[in-house]
């Protein structure tokens, strides 16, 4: 539906302000984040990875590189790939998965995909020669085009799987990084590009009695197809004689509840908080379409989506789905600038918007009480907004049963089954779509510790919130870089910011190789001012934020004081890119201190 269909409705802004408010009050909680607990200690036995080689083992590696990149995820293809594309040779990616992937290799849940239009979400497109299958790729495809990139650009050469990095120490007499694995290697690096991703560090709730359920239990980043049957794409043939329940219902739960449901003996799809559930829409695509695209079209694809989601007005909307219809900036006027978002009119978009989504649950589902506890009501970028033609239908069935706990969450998990509401649902199969710790400590979120110029430590100097020079280089830390989020511009195309990312991380590295700069670290300074350019911001994020319902977004509603730190840089992603490019052109590399090699 477009946002000019929206506005032919009328709704009460008041009365939905105060319900938002209401169903906010509802759910937060003291404990906020520490409602949470790692897939660690007595729950190892969840991180397990279900398709590596158990027995692998290997002598360890001791070496030296020009850049170990830690992370096979699409950050570290990027950043290998660019680096590759920039004449880099001598480059190790160092992931603990058995292959490449990140995000894309752990979750194999049924129903996965994603909901970023596949030709401007997947790199690299023209550079492989590659034309996804549909319009949003599902996530075997979207793994075997990690693998794919993995192999174009000879990434597979020296990869080391299944190892953790467990440290990065600088070496000051040496001038170089040396990085610890739990396989005993030891790897001498000039550069360090570390790539965790977005998700990679999987949660599950502190449900009590959570370590005493006997049925079979896992998160979805580890699907246990041994006992479900099936695969991704298949149907799950080990369910049909088994009652299964599912906590979560955000991005993951609607994607697997179609699937589960179909196979399900009975399903219990345990609700916090509904999602917003949008048209999908998907599509094959055209080979006709396929055959009318020239050369640079996917550059022009990805930043055109960046552009119209960013509400710079555009000759054209390329993409056209529902991202790009959110603030209805797609087609219309030609050679818009870019400028702030109007938060006036976001806000009623967004209001607009949810109006949409509950009238389209209401015109899907048919049990009347069901179809009201799945109305989200919140502001639409408070949380991950969902798109399935698929997820509010299997609340049609008859094996499906929805268990809305009204925003407080199941009570407990017993020996057999979960208690809500005072009843006790009895399972077989407990499966947990409860997410991932997402921006709130990156080093505990990356595993390992980077020890810097004079013993300083990463999570000490971040403590507080990550401090950086535009999201990618830290002060006391020479020749190490990060692709992420944080401190950076944000677009509903997370790709498209890592691969900027990962262009300009190459260009870095590629002139200290070329020119013989021994170190490139940025100035304190350099880093105090884009620190201070993204805490302009704080309080307007805060402002936003207080109107949410509580959820990983938010810190779950109780921020901490590292909260505002670790925030994206505030004037958008079209000005973050342009601020990169034109550091580039500029060729002086300015904020960056350079320490020339010796003879
Ligand atoms: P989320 O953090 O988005 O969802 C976790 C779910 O678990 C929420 O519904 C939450 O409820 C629920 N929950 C947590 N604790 C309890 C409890 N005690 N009782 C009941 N329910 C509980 O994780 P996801 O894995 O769904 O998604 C993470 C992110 O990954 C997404 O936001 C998205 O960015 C990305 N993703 C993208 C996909 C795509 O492109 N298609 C697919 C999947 C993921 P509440 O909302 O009340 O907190």
Known sequence: MSRRGNDEFEIDLEALRLRYRDERAKRLRADATGQFQPLKGRFADFAKDPHADPGLSRAPCVEAVDVAIIGGGFGGLLAGGRLREAGVESLRIIDKAADFGGTWYW?????????VESYVYLPFLEETGYIPSEKYARGGEIFEHCRR???HYRLYDGALFQTEVTRV?????????????????RIA??????????YNSPKLPGIPGIEDFQGRSFHTSRWDYAYTGGAAD???????DKAVGIIGTGSTGIQCVPRLAERSKHLYVFQRTPSSIDARNNRPTDPAWAATLSPGWHRRR??????VTAGVPQAEDLVEDSWTDLLGAGAGAADGEAKPLDPAALDRSQFMKMEVVRRRVEAVVKDRATAEALKPYYHYLCKRPGFSDEYLEAFNRPNVTLVDTDGRGVERITPHGVVAGGAEYRLDCLIFATGFDFMNNYVREAGFDVIGRGGLALSECWAGGVRTLFGMQAHGFPNFFVVSLIQAGVSFNYMHIADEQARHIAYVISRCLEARIE????????????????LASAGARRAFLDGCT????????????????NASYPKGPVSYLELLESWRAEGSMQGLVVEPAGC
């Open 302 to 307: 990805i930043e055109n989506f960046t552009l």
């Open 519 to 534: 170190t490139a670290e940025p100035a304190a300074e350099a880093v105090s001012d884009w620190v201070e350019t993204v």
């Open 189 to 198: 690096a000039r550069f360090v590009v570390s790539c965790k991703g977005l």
């Open 149 to 151: 990139i993995g192999r």
């Open 234 to 240: 298949q149907d799950l043939a080990g369910l049909e």
């Open 550 to 565: 509580p959820g990983y977004i938010d810190q779950e509603g109780r921020r901490d004081s590292a909260f505002d730190l």
């Open 107 to 115: 979750n194999r849940y049924p129903g996965v995909a994603c909901d």
């Open 169 to 185: 120490a600088w070496d000051e007499t040496g001038k170089r990084w040396i990085v610890s694995t739990d396989r005993g290697d």
